[in-house]
């Protein structure tokens, strides 16, 4: 582990909490956006100082250069009008004294300015009077003929103490705004944080046995706005997804419990009187009672799978027209009569057995409650394939037509569960077609009864190649 890891990997066990962690980084962050705010105000001030002063030694040396246009210097040169602190000399070709200011009367040259230099260079005589804190400009020009140089110079003691107390200051200023940035920020991100903590107490006091229970949600548009409502919707599914689980899982037990006590009271009944009971007929029911039970078992399967979205695991071609005519021949002879009318090259993409159990689940359904006949078409519409079941029974109320295809749903109460039906084969033909990102519902059919309409995708080039 390297150092910085070690290190994060220490902050993080010594601040558990995500408010002293931000605390803690938003402080030292500001108080170095403060730090770099006040070095930036300082270099430019500084540099705007330096400029100014600059600016008004040049004004200097201009009046210097034009008091002694008429060739004689004034003795001693004029004091700067902007800066009475200021001393200047003039200098021959040689580097003799031509003038100077009070203090420098007399005083050798205290800078110099080379050929071709543009900052003038300190001497030993300037040790003995010019202060080492001076800002210094120079020029050269030529006056009556005679090419003099001119310099001045004036203390920077002021910018030199505004530095020191700068430093000082800033020093001071560190703790202070690093104290009050991370207990401003600590109170903020309290604060902020609030719902937040208010969601996690709720989400703790919440169990799987219970989950009515709602997080608060603080009102707001913010993040944590959303995450309560995100939340909240959550807890909506994991109830609604929880309420069905426990209903299918009732209906399913009393499901598999019927044809169970069947099969048991049936052989009690024949062991009870063994001479005397009719084995056949009791070995027929129980046989009956056991091939409802198996059907009922592979419904509930095929229920888990679809709830695994496991029914489109094979894609491959399939005939719609083929697998309709196939489900119509080997349906069990029906006192109604059965229509078939098919268009031509109507291919999906899916499984073949899922599609067939499909068609036959609605197709028995409509057979079961028609009252003549049933009539099935098929034709492509666009992109999908329409397929259009109807029976001439009595239909279904319009506020129960969603209703039927949920699980373990039976309309007519007066059907009992010995029947044979379970109420799982719309809800099993439902979760083929969404596999098959196809649709399926349930419609009032014109002149009475009922329409089924499942639409499927049809085949397009490449669908086979998942």
Known sequence: MTRTAGIRSTLRLRLPTLRARVTIVASIAITAIVILGFLLLYVLQTNAAGRMVNGQLRTYLTQIEQSGRNGHWPAPLPVSALDPSAQAQVLDANGHVLAATPILVGVPAVYLLPAGATQPVRQRAADRIIPAEVQVAGTRTTVDGRSVTIIAETSTRILHQLTTEFSARLLLAVPVTL??????????????LRPVEQIRRAVTEITAADLSRRVPEPGTTDEIGHLAQTMNDMLGRLDDSADRQRRFVADASHELRTPLAAIRTTLEVGLAYPDRAPWPVIAERAAAQSARLEELIEQLVLLAKADERQLSARREPVDLTAVLSDTVAHLPVHRAEIYLDAGANLAAT?????????????????????????????????YVARIEIDDDGPGVPAADRSRVFDRFVRLDPSRERGTGTTGLGLAIAREIALAHHGEISLLGRPGGGTRVVVTLPLRQLGDDHP
């Open 179 to 192: 104290v009050l940035a991370g207990l401003t920020v600590w109170l903020i991100v309290g604060r902020a």
């Open 350 to 382: 899916g499984d073949a057995d899922h599609l067939e159990r499909l068609f036959r689940n609605i197709i028995d359904n409509a057979l079961r409650y028609t009252a003549s006949r049933v009539v099935i078409t098929a034709a492509a519409s666009g």
